[in-house]
């Protein structure tokens, strides 16, 4: 009987559960849960027990393609790198390096996201590097380091279970992160106090003892609210306050007039339950607040996630365990690609790329000159596409006519381009518009790692050869950095991740054969290093914690006589993001087939809409005709869709409005309409 | 032919060094499953093994019950051509397994799916795999955490219904050979026995249930009967219920399949069939969306009656066996015995 288990990690979400792929006979045969592993400890979810189907498609790319007279033809590897070499090559001689960008993927490897920032900035010479961090969690990074110094999951997952109060907003836990939403659950079952902000009834909100169901888009008038509760009843922890953090004063001034009465009306929520719900969390520790794209995709996303690093702190609850920020990472490797540096502003580690020092290092390390200018993000890259400036992209694992806001216009970006390569498993909208397009390995199909959302660095094994005839997508970077005249040559992603180590401190100790059995969690200086279980004990990593000061701003598109709902997205339970490879399996589509979008009860019936009714939303960006579920699960006045759903994307209607500083999308609230289907 | 042919129990011994040579030599001989280390995580799971030293013998049980060899999470059941049906190659079930180390919950579980799998319609997929296996059980010694065996009479010891089954009596095991099967294996390697031992079976069962917090089975087997269970209950399940299925594809008596067609990245036809299960709502939804199994509470409640009153009535023995997994693996923090006891306590703390 030819039978083996292969241990690896969960290709979903950002809880990075462990598991074995079952192969028999050389093909994947099933998922068997694994009780040792330190966040699953032998449980699932229905998206992980049935992920190993979501791989073996009859429709992955078999062979490399290439566009001619709008058709793709099959091609060898060697013509398709030699092209993909060949263009690039052009691109960066008719309009220099900063014409092209390079988007890694936080689907796959830190292995790869590292060579594929390594092939911008060393082999094209531009810093044009980013990923779909940009869509989700850029905000928390860039205000996380404002707030604290670093920006990731301040805590571990096992810790949440010991919290003594849960304060989660713009977070679905149970759905969105069900081996988190465990934890959530042993916490309330333990007699902790749960409090869910969302405008939603979601699963998560049903275990809370109170639910502030508030607008979409005014979680700062909703924080400050809480934080004015505080500090005018003296709840604050002072001695906290005092000798760990800076700019109470600014911070005190500004949520001065915030108070219940005031934020009422700006939130639709009673004062008394503001007032109730902000001394519930002072008063009860340790607290850890999580949180998701609810607080991140926003204009104002990255002030959002300032506000809940000031509630934390204002309460003395960063820095201790079962305490905290916790943002949730929606993707099993978002947090690795950013440690990797698939972003436009900073080396591995977040190291500058405008620090002398640091770009000393790298190009020391490189042997090659580098960009001392920061690049565009993946938000930037597309406007500037569209605007003629750039003029080439490297597309890894992503799927931006889908995934980005107001694809109309992203559309536009990917057609204004002279060469748009892309790697991918499956054929996607993005991958259609291709010129080449390189078949990519599963995540069942190469060996290296993923960093999950506690920032633990950890292995996935290579369980079967790669399917039809790709080859691990690490080494077609290779090829292609070789083909450029620049040579990677590794002889496996251990090899990569050596070198990652020796570039990166918080890696430093990192090495495929120590995470073998369980995985660390950075920082991990060196190779005796434990890892770090939270951060921030004792002293912040910026030294002490900053209050920023931060006022409501509604968001950049409000409801309106021709638009008078608010339009909000998300995932649920039995899907994940754009549904390339959930949409593939067969149990998750056969719970969830369609494409719907939530309508609250008094609206329904305004409208004469039933559940299940054909009914139209639109926005100024386009429409779409969808089945309506007609409940009380949102509130009045909102509408919420998930974007799962190709033949009816979500993004059709999303707000291409940025948060300024973290460019990220306001997914989380446009204005919209609708109405009963013709 | 059944695929246990009960023969009156006879009673033997092996040394716990010549049971390592017996393994060693079948694992040589034969095709062996046995509990073995995984691999990195080092979850211990049935896995072929090819050495002794590849055993592990001291552990309580695995998370994936051995059901997983006869009625896979998903298994090819033929593969075709769509353009001729003359081109249907029916995968090939005759691979002869011996397993060793099961324990008699699963023993006891692998019964009832016989039951099932040969009640009306004979299942061949599954009978052929169970006809060519032969199973040596090992008696528990101890409770875990999250069993209760002896209140489904379905442990520590079993009674009969087992190929071969090995009770710990310090240096030796005492040897008791149940069926036709066990005792070709037993006369094929009958150089490493020893003569019979004593062991008290009825006493380790005694032992075992003094120390477990467990039920009366014929209470609870009314109460759910005469619908006496507070509605409650079924709406707080419901709520901390997460729709992963691992509760049910992961019990060793579980045996519902869903039947797909694939077609694989290399253009191969498969009919396939996988684990399914009453806790997705695709499972029981009808074409148009209606679905009599709604809401959620209803789907609970079902497989309580199923497992606790339908399967006694049609088969004779319970049809939870007692393993604990369904604890184990919950993300909604549901209990299973505890719930059993709450079904049990007539309600009044329910």
């Known amino acids: 009987m030819n039978l083996k288990h292969v241990a690896t990690t969960c290709p979903y979400c950002g809880a990075g559960c462990g598991f074995y792929l079952k192969v028999k006979e050389g093909e994947l045969a099933g998922v068997i849960p694994s009780k040792n592993h330190p966040v699953s400890q032998g449980r699932l979810c229905i998206k992980g027990i049935t992920s190993w189907q979501s791989v073996i498609g009859a429709d992955r790319i078999k062979k490399p393609l290439v566009k001619k007279n709008g058709e793709f033809k099959e091609t060898s590897w060697d013509k398709a790198l030699d092209l993909v070499a060949e263009k690039l090559t052009a691109v960066r001689e008719?309009?220099?390096?900063?014409?092209?960008?390079?988007?890694?993927?936080?689907?796959?490897?830190?292995?790869?996201?590292?060579?594929?920032?390594?092939?911008?900035?060393?082999?094209?010479?531009?810093?044009?590097?980013?990923?779909?961090?940009?869509?989700?969690?850029?905000?928390?990074?860039?205000?996380?380091?404002?707030?604290?110094?670093?920006?990731?999951?301040?805590?571990?997952?096992d810790e949440l279970k010991d919290s003594a109060c849960i304060f989660a907003v713009g977070s679905n836990a149970p759905e969105a992160h069900p081996l988190i939403g465990w934890r959530?659950?042993?916490?309330?079952?333990?007699?902790?106090?749960i409090i869910v902000c969302d405008p939603r009834k979601t699963d998560m909100a049903q275990y809370a003892d109170f639910h502030i169901q508030h607008y979409p888009g005014t979680d700062i008038?909703?924080?400050?609210?809480?934080?004015?509760?505080?500090?005018?009843?003296?709840?604050?922890?002072?001695?906290?306050?005092?000798?760990?953090?800076?700019?109470?004063?600014?911070?005190?001034?500004?949520?001065?007039?915030?108070?219940?009465?005031?934020?009422?009306?700006?939130?639709?929520?009673?004062?008394?339950?503001?007032?109730?719900?902000?001394?519930?969390?002072?008063?009860?520790?340790?607290?850890?607040?999580?949180?998701?794209?609810?607080?991140?995709?926003?204009?104002?996303?990255?002030?959002?996630?300032?506000?809940v690093a000031n509630l934390a702190m204002l309460t003395g609850n960063v820095g201790i365990e079962s305490g905290g920020v916790n943002p949730l990472r929606g993707q099993n490797n978002v947090q690795g690609a950013c440690d990797m540096a698939a972003l436009p502003n900073v080396y591995p580690g977040y190291q500058k790329v405008d620090d002398p020092q640091i770009q000393q290092k790298f190009e020391k390390a490189w042997d090659v000159k580098l960009s001392p200018k920061p690049g565009l993000t993946l938000?930037?890259?597309?406007?500037?596409?569209?605007?003629?400036?750039?003029?080439?992209?490297?597309?890894?694992?992503?799927?931006?006519?889908?995934?980005?806001?107001?694809?109309?216009?992203?559309?536009?970006?990917?057609?204004?381009?002279?060469?748009l390569v892309v790697h991918e498993i499956y054929m996607t909208p993005t991958a259609k518009m291709a010129d080449v397009v390189l078949p990519g390995a599963s995540f069942a199909e190469k060996t290296g790692t993923f960093t999950n959302s506690e920032r633990r660095v950890q292995l996935i094994n290579k369980a079967i050869e790669p399917i039809c005839s790709s080859r691990g997508d690490w080494e077609i970077v290779c090829d292609v950095a070789t083909r450029m005249g620049y040579p990677f040559e590794y002889a496996d992603t251990a090899g990569v991740m050596d070198e990652i180590a020796s570039l990166t401190p918080i890696y430093g100790g990192i090495s495929h054969d120590r995470i073998r059995k369980v995985g660390l969690q950075w920082p991990c200086l060196d190779k005796s290093h434990p890892g770090t279980k939270y951060l921030h004990k004792d002293k912040f990593s910026r030294g002490l914690g900053k209050f920023h000061a931060i006022e409501h701003r509604p968001p950049a598109e409000v409801p309106d006589e021709q638009y008078p709902f608010i339009l909000s997205t998300g995932r649920i339970r039995f899907h994940y993001n754009v549904g390339t490879m959930s949409r593939r399996t067969h149990l998750l589509d056969r719970e969830h087939p369609f494409m719907f979008v939530e309508v609250n009860t008094a609206d329904g019936e305004r409208l004469s809409i039933r559940d299940m009714d054909d009914c139209t939303v639109s926005t100024r960006r386009g429409q779409l005709t969808v089945k309506a579920r007609v409940s009380d699960r949102v509130k009045q006045g909102v509408l919420w869709m998930p974007f799962h759903f190709v033949e009816a994307p979500a993004n059709l209607l999303t707000n291409d409005a940025f948060c300024p500083i973290a460019r990220t999308g306001e997914y989380k609230a446009c204005a919209a309409r609708l109405e009963k289907a013709k | 032919m059944p695929v246990i042919s009960k023969i009156q129990i006879k009673n033997a011994s092996i040394t716990k060094t010549n049971l390592f040579k017996l393994l060693d030599l079948i694992s040589q001989e034969k095709f062996l499953i046995a509990p073995a280390e995984g691999p990195d995580l080092e979850d211990i799971n049935f896995l072929p093994v090819t050495g002794a030293e590849q055993i592990c013998f001291d552990y309580e049980n695995t998370l994936v019950p051995p059901k997983e060899y006869f009625f896979g999470q998903s298994e090819c059941m033929f593969s075709f051509s769509p353009r001729s049906n003359e081109s249907i190659t029916v995968t090939d079930q005759s691979e002869e397994l011996v397993f060793f180390g099961v324990r008699p919950c699963d023993v006891k579980a692998?019964?009832?799916?016989?039951?099932?799998?040969?009640?009306?319609?004979?299942?061949?997929?599954?009978?052929?795999?169970?006809?060519?296996?032969?199973?040596?059980?090992?008696?528990?010694?101890?409770?875990?955490?999250?069993?209760?065996?002896?209140?489904?009479?379905?442990?520590?010891?079993?009674?009969?219904?087992?190929?071969?089954?090995?009770?710990?009596?310090?240096?030796?095991?005492a040897v008791q050979v149940g069926s036709e099967k066990g005792l070709q294996l037993y006369e094929q390697y009958q150089d490493f026995f020893g003569a019979p031992i004593d062991v008290d079976a009825e006493k380790e069962f005694e032992k075992a249930k003094a120390s477990e917090p467990g039920f009366d089975l014929q209470r609870v087997y009314d109460r759910l009967k005469s619908n006496k269970v507070d509605d409650r209950l079924w709406a707080d399940i419901a709520r901390r219920c997460q729709s992963c299925g691992l509760c049910l594809l992961l019990c060793p008596t579980c045996s519902c399949y869903t039947v797909i067609d694939r077609v694989t990245p290399n253009g191969r036809n498969l009919r396939m069939r996988e684990w399914d299960c009453c806790y997705f709502e695709g499972?029981?939804?009808?074409?148009?969306?209606?679905?009599?199994?709604?809401?959620?509470?209803?789907?609970?409640?079902?497989?309580?009656?199923?497992?606790?009153?339908?399967?006694?009535?049609?088969?004779?023995?319970?049809?939870?066996?007692?393993?604990?997994?369904?604890?184990?693996?919950?993300?909604?923090?549901?209990?299973?015995?505890?719930?059993?006891?709450?079904?049990?306590?007539?309600?009044?703390d329910v």
């Open chain 1, 379 to 419: 938000t930037d890259q597309l406007i500037q596409a569209r605007e003629g400036n750039i003029k080439g992209l490297y597309i890894i694992g992503e799927d931006p006519l889908t995934s980005d806001p107001n694809i109309t216009e992203v559309r536009k970006a990917l057609e204004s381009l002279e060469f």
């Open chain 2, 110 to 173: 692998i019964e009832l799916l016989d039951k099932f799998y040969e009640r009306s319609f004979v299942d061949d997929y599954y009978l052929s795999k169970r006809a060519c296996s032969v199973i040596i059980s090992v008696a528990c010694s101890q409770l875990n955490e999250e069993c209760f065996c002896t209140s489904v009479g379905s442990g520590p010891v079993l009674t009969e219904g087992f190929d071969i089954q090995l009770i710990d009596a310090g240096n030796d095991f």
């Open chain 1, 221 to 307: 008038a909703l924080l400050n609210c809480l934080m004015n509760v505080i500090i005018s009843e003296g709840l604050e922890d002072k001695e906290y306050v005092r000798t760990r953090t800076e700019g109470f004063e600014e911070l005190k001034k500004a949520v001065a007039k915030y108070t219940p009465e005031y934020t009422e009306p700006v939130v639709g929520v009673s004062s008394r339950m503001l007032a109730k719900a902000a001394r519930l969390y002072a008063t009860t520790k340790p607290a850890s607040i999580i949180y998701t794209l609810g607080i991140t995709e926003h204009t104002v996303g990255t002030e959002n996630v300032m506000s």
């Open chain 1, 184 to 193: 959530i659950i042993t916490a309330k079952d333990k007699g902790a106090r």
């Open chain 2, 283 to 348: 499972f029981t939804r009808m074409a148009g969306g209606q679905n009599p199994v709604k809401p959620k509470e209803e789907m609970i409640k079902r497989k309580y009656y199923h497992k606790l009153v339908q399967q006694i009535d049609e088969f004779g023995m319970s049809g939870c066996t007692g393993c604990g997994r369904c604890n184990t693996v919950c993300v909604g923090n549901v209990n299973w015995l505890e719930n059993i006891r709450k079904i049990e306590g007539s309600g009044r």
């Open chain 1, 94 to 157: 008719k309009h220099g390096p900063d014409s092209l960008g390079v988007w890694g993927s936080a689907r796959c490897t830190n292995e790869l996201n590292y060579l594929a920032q390594k092939l911008a900035r060393a082999v094209l010479g531009t810093n044009n590097v980013d990923h779909c961090a940009r869509t989700c969690h850029s905000p928390t990074v860039a205000g996380l380091v404002r707030s604290f110094g670093s920006g990731a999951m301040t805590n571990s997952i």
